[in-house]
């Protein structure tokens, strides 16, 4: 039984942190269960019918390159979004299915991360934060300026992990007592 391994103050400090589809996934888990003490959401979708059809930063930079528009459908779709029609044909499917529609369900504080060259708009990742904001809740933005989907800046990734270590301590609690089973 895993249980018996882990101590009942251990089960109050679970924490998520997911990046891409992952930054949409713990948004997700965190209005649908009020068991996390702390969420981090980076570059991830929170509007899944405002994603599609939304060009990307490569595509503005460099439109003589083509505009992906059929992709963009083809993910939210069939692909990892999984809605199975386009949004004016499901809007209720995409509303339920987007983060920032169900932030006033969002019981966690939530770290969200976000890049100004990502694919995944850093908009999103703005509007997600200002719904939590208005409502009170407990978040912040945090913003990588020149960064793609993924931060790699030595400079930025060094604030990245410690901003995200930082927050994870802040909320929860006391730092938990280093495991000395197997000395």
Known sequence: DWSSDVCSSDLTRIGLWGHS?????????????????????SAGL???AGTIGTFGP??????????????????AERGQG???????????????????YVADRMHAPMLIIGADRDVSPLGQAEQLFSALYRQGKDAELVTY?????VVASPANLRD???????????NFGTEAEPSHAGR
């Open 21 to 41: 589809y992952g930054g949409y996934a713990v948004a997700m888990m965190n209005a649908t269960s009020s068991r996390f003490r702390a969420v981090v959401a």
């Open 46 to 48: 929170y509007d899944l």
């Open 58 to 75: 490569s595509a503005r930079a460099m439109p003589e390159n083509g505009v992906p528009i059929a992709s963009l459908y083809a993910w």
């Open 82 to 100: 999984r809605m199975g029609a386009p949004p004016w044909l499901a809007p209720a499917r995409y509303v339920a299915n987007s983060p920032v």
């Open 145 to 149: 300026w020149g960064e793609g989907h």
């Open 160 to 170: 990245l992990y410690a901003r995200v270590i930082a927050f994870f301590r802040d």
